[in-house]
């Protein structure tokens, strides 16, 4: 069963309208730990084939204080995925495009999530060389070799947790580098 709602949302994904998405869509209300240490409300909308693991996942990263700087639907920043991660904003659905194609991305589906952006860049090379940094002021933390806060690498407690959750994370990619991305 779960194997045939996959597909079927897979199809959604490469065809649906955004109203037809939204019935496969769950809002979650989850606590978090802000770079100041205080508590705070966040709000994830997400695809229902995931909302429990989300759920365990922040309950246990609130638990041990992981700082998470803010968690807003996209929609409060336009719905401009560029915006929400220049705001270091940790969000899960946007109906977008996978950048530079027509192909609708993980977020579109609601099966991916970004964590601390800003901090965990994607970050790809063009075949010219150049390189493309999203978001865009986020060049400062593309060298992972460099030590600094808020850095999703495989030791780190929000990796772990995601991938014992059976997601895969894009700062394991070959071909474009996504820190901030986990996805299902």
């Not at 579109?108 to 790809?124: E, F, K, T």
């Not at 394991?172 to 991305?181: A, G, V």
């Amino acid at each position: 069963m779960k194997r045939f709602l996959l597909i079927g949302v897979f199809f959604l994904a490469v065809s649906a309208s955004k109203a037809q998405q939204a019935v496969h869509l769950d809002t979650l209300s989850v606590q978090h730990v802000d770079f100041q240490g205080r508590t705070q409300q966040g709000t994830i909308i997400c695809n229902k084939l995931i909302s429990n693991d989300l759920r365990q996942i922040f309950t246990e990263l609130f638990r041990k204080h992981y700082p998470i700087e803010r968690i807003r639907p996209i929609s409060e920043y336009g719905d401009d995925d560029e915006r929400s991660m220049q705001a270091n904003n940790s969000s899960c659905y946007c109906y977008r495009p996978i950048a530079g194609s027509k192909k609708l991305s993980k977020h579109a589906q609601g099966l991916a999530i970004d964590i601390n952006p800003l901090y965990n860049p994607c970050v790809r090379r063009r075949k010219d060389g150049t390189l493309i940094i999203q978001p865009s002021t986020a060049r400062p933390y593309t060298d992972r070799t460099r030590s600094f806060n808020y850095k999703i690498t495989q030791s780190d407690l929000c990796y772990r947790l995601f991938i014992q959750h059976g997601f895969r994370w894009g700062g394991n990619w070959r071909t474009l580098k996504d820190y901030q991305h986990f996805e299902k």
